[in-house]
Nanobody
């Protein structure tokens, strides 16, 4: 019973920050790569960040690189996404997942078996 629970979203002004959390259970979290995805209305869900099993390697989509940082705490079965300098274009539903497929640059693809409920991030003034 793999479970993922995202939290930490909310309404922020442009330039603000949020930290998203993903609590994982039901699988060997510390041995699996993980990723963050986001989905805007009427758009496909896309991977924006990935992290390897021990957190030593990360990948970030070009439009979030330098603003977002993915990290993990395997002792707590937690995945995080620190989001700084948020922009209106970051408004989306954010999801975490175990990743299994990747694009040419190593970013996770949305070929995911199980999703959490997601957490909404809205960036607006």
């Amino acid at each position: 019973q793999l479970r993922l629970a995202e939290s930490g979203g909310g309404l922020v002004e442009p330039g603000g920050s949020l930290t998203l959390s993903c609590a994982a259970s039901g699988f060997e979290f510390g041995r699996r790569p993980m990723g963050w995805f986001r989905q805007v209305q009427d758009k496909e869900r896309e991977g924006i960040a990935g992290i390897n099993y021990d957190g030593q390697k990360t990948w970030h989509k070009d439009f979030v690189r330098g603003r977002f940082t993915v990290s993990r705490d395997n002792a707590k079965n937690m995945l995080y996404l620190q989001m700084n300098n948020l922009k209106p274009g970051d408004t989306a539903m954010y999801y975490c997942a175990e990743t299994r497929a990747y694009d040419y640059y190593g970013l996770p693809l949305a070929n995911v078996d199980i999703w959490g409920q997601g957490t909404q991030v809205t960036v607006s003034s």
